[in-house]
């Protein structure tokens, strides 16, 4: 995922294969920090500063709400390179966290997506060497930004999937269930639910679809990508929320996996890009003359 894109897409071929091999066999998982406390949608904002001495860089900041953060073998950090705090100067670094310097701060307590643990990752002159720098000093910030984009399609795809399980989830549900002496999908309320969440799901698919093909066949523009996040995450919130509704008290007890599935699509709308932000990329993208 995002924490292994910039490597497949920057690396050189040393530091893939010294890395991605392990990913693929599942012995590394990777996770990627870019958002600190002062500098989650406002990225440009970051503060953890990368100085190079010799052939090492040392890093100094720390990053907060990082997916994955406390078991990754391997974390994709963006610092700024340059000494002042204005500009968009940075570089994209790969820290293993037995790197000295680095060292897992607080492991934060969240509503949902239990089993990937959000933390917080704080560098004290980490020391990096200098062959992991990911692609040429100072363009960090535009590989930042094609990192997140390329990885918009696949918080989507999660968002599609998600959806399909609660669909399949409600309908046994509402064929199953009996009310009045008949099962609730017999009912017009139950059945304009259930259309209404398979609607969404299947329009939040093809969004999906043209933003996967676009970016298979050589970049989707941002605004293809931002619409397809930002759709399937809300359309996810919508069908969430139904297939509770649908099983009305069952669906709030604790273990119920609708109720999980509720917890969990909350983030879809806040990580790799809020859905104001993905609203501003689109209208940028079509008011721009």
């Known amino acids: 995922g995002i924490g292994s894109d910039g490597l497949v ?10 890395y991605l091999p392990r990913m693929a066999t599942g012995e590394l998982r990777a996770a990627f920090a870019i958002t600190e406390h002062e500098a989650g949608s406002d990225a440009g904002g970051i503060r953890t500063h ?29 610092a700024r390179t340059n000494t002042g705090d204005t500009g968009k100067q940075f570089g994209v670094f790969l820290v293993e966290p037995d790197f000295p310097g680095f060292r897992i701060g607080e492991i934060y307590e969240t509503m949902g997506t239990k089993g990937q643990p959000i933390a917080e990752l704080v560098f004290e002159d980490c020391e990096v060497p200098e062959e992991n720098l990911l692609g040429a000093e100072g363009d960090g910030w535009i590989a930042a930004m094609k990192i997140l984009n390329n990885a918009r399609p696949l918080v989507a ?60 066949n050589g970049g989707a523009a941002p605004q293809t990508v931002s619409m397809a996040k930002l759709y399937a995450s809300e359309c996810l919130a919508f069908v969430a929320d139904n297939a509770v509704q649908i099983q009305g008290g069952a669906g709030y007890i604790s273990g119920n996996p609708v109720g999980r599935f509720f917890r969990d699509a909350r983030i879809t709308r806040i990580y790799e890009g809020t859905s104001e932000i993905q609203r501003l990329i689109i209208g940028r993208a079509l008011t721009r003359h």
Do not use: H, P
Not at 9 to 18: D, I
Not at 186 to 192: K, M, R, S
């Open 157 to 216: 795809a999660r968002c599609v999937g998600a959806c399909e399980r609660l669909l399949e989830i409600s309908i046994d549900w509402a064929r199953n269930r009996k009310q009045f002496g008949k099962a609730i999908g017999e009912f017009q309320a139950i059945q304009f639910m259930i259309a209404d969440m398979a609607m969404r799901t299947e329009a939040a698919r093809w969004l999906t679809y043209k933003a996967a093909i676009d970016s298979d």
């Open 9 to 18: 897409e920057l690396g050189t071929e040393s530091q893939k294969e010294r």
């Open 50 to 78: 990368a100085r190079k001495e010799g052939s090492r860089y040392y890093l100094n900041g720390v990053k907060c709400y990082i997916s994955g953060g406390s078991k990754a073998g391997l974390i994709t950090v963006i």
